[in-house]
Nanobody, 124 residues
Framework: QVQVVESGGGLVQAGGSLRLSCTASGLTFDDYAMGWFRQAPGKEREEFSCINWNGGSRYYADSVKGRFTISRDNPKNTLYLQMNSLKPEDTAMYYC?????????????????WGQGTQVTVSS
């Protein structure tokens, strides 16, 4: 049984930092590209970062580019998201997901396994 579990969310002041983790079990982690998504109340879910199976290629949406860094540790089956210079508009539920393949394919990337999310709240 595949399980994906996010952790590390919390309340932080604007300008602060948080590091999210996502641990996957029940799958061969390095067979999958991994992505980070977020959804704020009343808004659509946004895919804002993706990393291919070996970390050799990473994608960021403009909304987080230069502030967030995605990384992975395959022996630990863990995906990370370092978030710096946080803004109130970053407030959302953050999810990670395993793609249906080893590579990020932009909007065509399909994601099959999802976590339950971790809340990030940035106060002004």
């Amino acid at each position: 049984q595949v399980q994906v579990v996010e952790s590390g969310g919390g309340l932080v002041q604007a300008g602060g930092s948080l590091r999210l983790s996502c641990t996957a079990s029940g799958l061969t982690f390095d067979d999958y590209a991994m992505g980070w998504f977020r959804q704020a109340p009343g808004k659509e879910r946004e895919e804002f970062s993706c990393i291919n199976w070996n970390g050799g290629s990473r994608y960021y949406a403009d909304s987080v580019k230069g502030r967030f860094t995605i990384s992975r540790d395959n022996p630990k089956n863990t995906l990370y998201l370092q978030m710096n210079s946080l803004k109130p508009e970053d407030t959302a539920m953050y999810y990670c997901a395993a793609a249906r393949g080893r590579y990020c394919l932009g909007p065509s990337t399909g994601f099959g396994y999802w976590g339950q999310g971790t809340q990030v709240t940035v106060s002004s």
